[in-house]
T-cell receptor, first 113, second 114 residues
Framework: DAKTTQPNSMESNEEEPVHLPCNHS???????IHWYRQLPSQGPEYVIHGLTSNVNNRMASLAIAEDRKSSTLILHRATLRDAAVYYCILEGAGGTSYGKLTFGQGTILTVHP | DTGVSQNPRHKITKRGQNVTFRCDPISEHNRLYWYRQTLGQGPEFLTYFQNEAQLEKSRLLSDRFSAERPKGSFSTLEIQRTEQGDSAMYLC????????????FGPGTRLTVL
């Protein structure tokens, strides 16, 4: 499975934008980039995913580098409820392993009031 | 509430006992996944089903672990002869083929083996 590298932790202030980076230099051409987050005492929650183009949804934006070797999850205005562990995951397309998620350590995001 | 339910939420057992967990996925989802998470670590893939077929099992899954998904609906995960190292949160997730809307995770079952 292709690996991702994320900072162990990041901090932000409430109502400020947050940019969470992820490096995936060994990404293959068919790997999707997924982001999930896990709030304390809950299961992971899907945030966003993309292949090549930048993506926006109601929760966040995903900016993907042109060479696809890195990506950034953008929370436009952090709230206290965004404090969580954020996981950047590569999902291979095709074959029976399609859909299996391999979680790393993730980034612990702390949001200060 | 994601629509994925797991029972029980907590289970305490003694070493050597068998335990069984149940997962009820979102009804129209054809894929169902089991993950295990220990404290401070990300979830670890165990196995997954497409409809009733078990398509992949992690090499980390010992022979004491077995999972079923009869009729492609709910799933059960059984651990035989539990060991203290089995203590973890067991997470279930479901999705449509292609993960176009992501995987939806349940709240998990916390297993403690004494």
């Amino acid at each position: 499975d292709a690996k991702t590298t994320q900072p162990n932790s990041m901090e932000s202030n409430e109502e400020e934008p947050v940019h969470l980076p992820c490096n995936h230099s060994t990404i293959s051409g068919t790997d999707y980039i997924h982001w999930y987050r896990q709030l304390p005492s809950q299961g992971p929650e899907y945030v966003i995913h993309g292949l090549t183009s930048n993506v926006n949804n109601r929760m966040a934006s995903l900016a993907i580098a042109e060479d696809r070797k890195s990506s950034t999850l953008i929370l436009h205005r952090a709230t206290l409820r965004d404090a969580a562990v954020y996981y950047c995951i590569l999902e291979g397309a095709g074959g029976t392993s399609y859909g299996k998620l391999t979680f790393g350590q993730g980034t612990i995001l702390t949001v200060h009031p | 509430d994601t629509g994925v339910s797991q029972n029980p939420r907590h289970k305490i057992t003694k070493r050597g006992q068998n335990v069984t967990f149940r997962c009820d996925p979102i009804s129209e989802h054809n894929r169902l996944y089991w993950y295990r998470q220990t404290l401070g670590q990300g979830p670890e893939f165990l196995t997954y089903f497409q409809n009733e077929a078990q398509l992949e099992k992690s090499r980390l899954l010992s022979d004491r672990f077995s999972a079923e998904r009869p009729k492609g609906s709910f799933s059960t995960l059984e651990i035989q002869r539990t060991e203290q190292g089995d203590s973890a949160m067991y997470l279930c997730a479901s999705s449509l083929t292609g993960n176009v809307h992501g995987q939806f995770f349940g709240p998990g079952t916390r297993l403690t083996v004494l």
